[in-house]
């Protein structure tokens, strides 16, 4: 389990980089990671699986260990942040979840 949260947290630390590189760059660039935001925002939350209200077994993986964090706070605190420290929104708006 160690070696593949090693190996997901080096993939959001990529991705996390390539956003900050081109965040810096010309208004061209910008604007295409604008538009790559607006069209993977809501494929790549779902990444974290269905909301609180709607998982049938995320209350019991919290109690037994399994999952630290809920899949609606995961959502709060990784993506929402990163994306809107960078000059980012969500789907033209600002981002909320």
Known sequence: ???ICKEESFHQRQ???LLLAMMKGTDAQREMV???VDRWWWPSLMMFGPHDSESTHSGDSIKWGIKRISNDDLRRS???PR???R???ACGCPIRI
Request: net charge positive; glycine share 12%; proline share 0%.
């Open 78 to 80: 990784s993506s929402t």
């Open 83 to 85: 994306c809107r420290r």
């Open 34 to 36: 604008q538009d790559a």
């Open 15 to 17: 991705g996390y980089d």
């Open 87 to 89: 000059g980012c929104s």
């Open 1 to 3: 389990m160690i070696r």
